[in-house]
């Protein structure tokens, strides 16, 4: 853990000297100079860039009204599952890692809707777009100090395990209003997979905005590194960001909602870092059932009412 919070000081200062050292709109990828050749929009990545930043705004609207209509079924139909809080409660979070994680919260509640407004950009204006362009690129360094030790924090506990299939079958019980145990560990299924995509995909992204953001300084040699002219590693790494974006988008307020509604109070557990009896013996059935073992909890009184899996 101490090497932990070493590497995320270290980042946090090379961050402010980065950000020192680069000036926002600094970019001149469009001057002729940049290109070997003229460009058409026929050849390389120019169709597939073409094509989906067209249709991009219409696919995230598709995916935002799609996911308020199943939240709000889903809440009205099945509702939140909620949990005594009068049992034993136990230390889920360390200070620390609930620390990285309001970081890391803190930057995506900022990307998420600034990235949204860039992309509807013609509808919002110009200069809004301009104000959530800068306000993008803070929230990103943001993140990217986060990024690391949230990935060594919590890696070795978001590999998929067999019961995660069972997890999937079942949609983590959150189709039903009967309460009992279901097969996850520490972080059940779903928060594996957003791990993996805000880590693996939060990453590409990154690295796909500095290559937009700073290709004055990558256009001489992303040639050599990737084959690809200025424009056409333009091209890429907004393609790229696009796609990702969306689907880190939808697992973003996946993850929200879940948190905020699906499970009543969960969200508490960031914030104190505790998680209460019923809630880890219902739904960190595997979990509850290791502290048991290493004698960090107690057995459940829940046990009487409800059968172990």
């Known amino acids: 853990m101490e090497k932990i919070k070493f590497i995320f000081l270290s980042l946090v200062l090379s961050s402010f000297a980065w950000a020192e050292n680069f000036s926002v709109g600094s970019t001149s990828l469009w001057e002729e100079s940049k290109f070997s050749a003229p460009d058409t929009y026929a050849s390389g990545y120019a ?11 219409k ?3 598709i995916a935002l009204v799609a996911l308020v209509a199943i939240f709000a079924f889903h809440y009205f139909v099945f509702g939140s599952k909620k949990f005594s809080h009068n049992g034993e409660r136990v230390l889920a979070f360390s200070g620390f890692e609930r620390l990285i994680h309001f970081v890391a919260a803190i930057s995506w509640v900022v990307l998420v809707p600034t990235g949204l407004i860039m992309l509807f950009g013609k509808s919002f204006g110009g200069g809004l777009a301009g104000v959530c362009k800068c306000l993008h690129q803070i929230a990103t360094i943001g993140f990217g100090v986060a990024i690391i030790p949230m990935f060594l924090m919590w890696v070795l506990k978001m590999f998929p395990s067999a019961y995660d299939i069972k997890w999937l079958a079942i949609l983590g019980g959150y189709l039903s209003k009967a309460k009992k145990p279901v097969p996850a560990g520490k972080f059940n299924a779903g928060q594996k997979m957003w791990f993996w995509v805000a880590i693996l995909g939060g990453g590409v992204m990154i690295a796909s905005g500095a290559l937009m953001y700073f290709s004055d300084y990558y256009a001489a040699s992303s040639t050599q ?3 690809l002219n200025g424009l056409e590693a333009l ?6 960001h696009t796609i990702l974006g969306i689907v880190c988008v939808v697992f973003f307020i996946v993850h929200i ?3 905020v509604f ?9 914030i104190d870092g505790y998680k209460c009896e ?4 219902l739904l960190h059935n595997y979990w509850y059932q290791n502290l048991v073992k290493q004698g960090k909890m107690q057995k459940s009184q829940f046990e009487s009412q409800y059968k172990n899996l």
């Open 278 to 281: 019923e809630e880890i013996y």
């Open 59 to 61: 696919i995230a609207l």
């Open 225 to 227: 590194i990737l084959g």
């Open 235 to 240: 091209r890429l790494s907004a393609t790229l």
């Open 257 to 259: 909602y879940m948190s």
């Open 262 to 270: 699906g499970v009543k109070g969960s969200i508490s557990s960031m």
């Open 47 to 57: 169709p597939l860039f073409v094509n989906l930043q067209s249709g991009a705004s």
